[in-house]
């Protein structure tokens, strides 16, 4: 986490820029993800202000303190800034959910496959233009034929628009 540290008519010590920076480190142990934050120290006629800003993922959370004394200035800040960053928290989770226990639900694979009808058709040797006179005979959509040239074992459907297609099969 970044801290930037701004004062304004006033000088910031190293015991003062510490206590800032001890005071964000006590954030970041309830927040993980800040990414950056920024203190503002003014003194304006011997009243101490103190501002926190505090970018965490999607958020940024803003707080403000006076007082008369610098150091009770920024606690009173980085307190506020700790209830803010809480309440962050506190959403954050309740948004992500708990653990759920998936054992009560079941998988959907799709509907169930079954087979009305299993046939046994013998497959003699035809030409095309054979199998679409025998489909039609029968009263069929579709027919499983052996072509006669490559011995190979095809269909010839009818189409929605009166024609026929044919699938042959092919190595890949």
Known sequence: MRVHIVARKLKITDAIKDFIEARFSKLSEFLDNIVWAQAMVSLEKKIYTAEAIVHAGHQTMKASAQSDDVYSAIDKVMSKMGIQVKKYKERHVEHRGREMDYSEFTTLVGP??????????????????????????????????????????????KRLDSTYGLLQPVKK
Request: neutral net charge.
């Open 112 to 157: 169930e496959i079954r087979f009305s009808v299993v046939k046994d058709v013998p497959i003699k040797p035809q030409g095309r233009e054979d199998a679409v006179v025998e489909m039609e005979k029968l009263g069929y959509n579709f027919w499983l034929f052996m072509d006669k040239e490559s011995k190979q074992v095809r269909v010839v459907f």
